[in-house]
């Protein structure tokens, strides 16, 4: 290292870098720390018991149906937000009028406060007076109770989850058809190829790393889901919506169990660092062999 | 004016109309709960929860005067842009300058960085919230805006740092060095000749950290009370006791919605290129 990088490190990257070990990693290193600690909040002494938060965790019923929950939350909406988010792009990607305007339009949902969008979903899904439902009667279809219904209230969320993000999922796959060079889609069509056999065999190998690019930041970011969860249903009715985040801010901040809700924590770190990793190593290794 | 050329194709049209109704349907659905909202918060509430809905009605103004003049909402609007804007003033510098570093020198140590970065995003945030709530506890830093700042500019950090790095990337090698030829010292050289060629990526940059920022929810839910607490925070804790509170939280979500919409509508280019930037550099 020469010592013009040295002071451009000082100078650049230190200042950034002190910011985040300070204000992220030492509070993470501070709670996995708590994780063994027993710390119930009204009681001001906290004391070391080991792996005894993570053996209740392993043993919690309810930590079990929140991750059920979670998982079947994560893959309904990645799934429905990916087919639809490709199935739109490739619509945008056809010669169609009022292009533009119509990808302003569809962009909006995802730039709308998660906490407001799950508020105007709540309006949207009320079984009475909701405009879903409305909709549904047009059709002679009685709809459900939704959010106030344990068998339809995840689907609510998944619904109003799909409508804010499947936005995201639209741009980047537009933006990879938009820079698919013209040669290879050329030579398809002059070799006599159908539209769904250029579709198989050229489009999709070349968006496949986007593809997985959006599975992956997707399913993390659905995985976390909270703030309209807090606003829809608040994890009931009972705690058929209860998903790990929220199971783990009960946990923390209305049963007050500040070292079991730790606990809580580095087991969903850990749950997720797998995954990622799963992800990441599809992502950068298969691409540059098979793929 | 493609039937004017060729013979016109049935199928082909046959297919160009059913496209365009499908891409109708789904700008449809995308407005749809805007719109809504927004009817019922110029609808008088005796109209708000008729079934059909009434579409025709006397628009009113009375919700949004209610929750402008007669509520917090002024006081949560200001903690809103005291946040947002002190978060886009520290992030922005801070990572643009880390993305300096990390685009201009290559090694083993920083591309394991990069990717560090990357796994901020799978942090759980409660387990980073626990720390922060009982620090806020212990001293005087509960209900602050500093608090609240800190923490968004750190959780926004590697976001900033990789959509900069892909623009930094671009900018040509000698050209920061030429500037250090002529005696400007690598931060004179950064400000003065490589900023203002990435100044497009800054605005990207700055237009997605204000988005984080006001959009923030959880932290601000549990780290405020009643003087920091931002819109966000207000909106979703507001009662629904009386009938009138559903008129008037919808003139609030209006109310949030707006300034969002407006910069989508006029900022749409940057939105675009910051959200495919850093997926098509891989």
Redesign the interface.
Known sequence: MTR??R???L???V???S??V???FY??A???G?SFYNYYLPVPRKSFVGLDNFRYILGDDAFWDALGVTARFTSAAVAIELVLGAA?AL??D?R??CR?L????????M???????????R??FES??G?VN?FLSLVGVRGPGWMGDPLWALWSIVLADV?QNT??VV??LY??LQ?IPLDPLEAAMVDGASRAQTLVHVVFPFLR??VL?VLI?RS??AF?I??QV??MTGGGPGTTTQT??FY??VM??RMLR?GR??A???V??LI??VV?SVFIYLLYHREKGEW | MVSRRRPLDPRAALARILLTAALVVVVAVSLLPIYFALMTSLKPTRLAFTMPPTWIFTPTLEHHRFIWLETPFPRYLVNTLIITTGTVLLSIPLGCMAAYYLARYRSLPIQALLFTLLAVRTFPRILLLIPFFLLARATELYDTHVLIIVIIVALNQPFAIWLMRGFFLDVPRELPEAALIDGCGSLGAFVRVVLPVVRPGVFTAALFTFLFAYNEFLYCLILTGTRAKPLSVAIAQYGAERIEYWSWSAAGAVGILAPVVLFIVVMQRHLIKGLTFGTLKG
């Open positions: 013009q990088q002071r451009d490190r100078i650049f990257l200042p950034s870098m910011v985040l300070l204000i992220l509070p993470l501070y709670s996995i708590l739109v619509l945008l056809a169609i009028p533009r119509a990808i302003t339009a569809i962009l909006l949902p730039a709308i406060t998660p906490a407001v969008a799950g508020l105007l979903m309006w949207m009475n007076w405009l409305y409508w936005p995201f741009i980047v933006a990879g820079s790393p986007l690019f930041i993390m970011d976390r909270f703030d807090f606003v790990i985040t783990n801010y923390a901040f500040m809700a730790s809580l924590g580095v969903t770190l997720l660092s990622t």
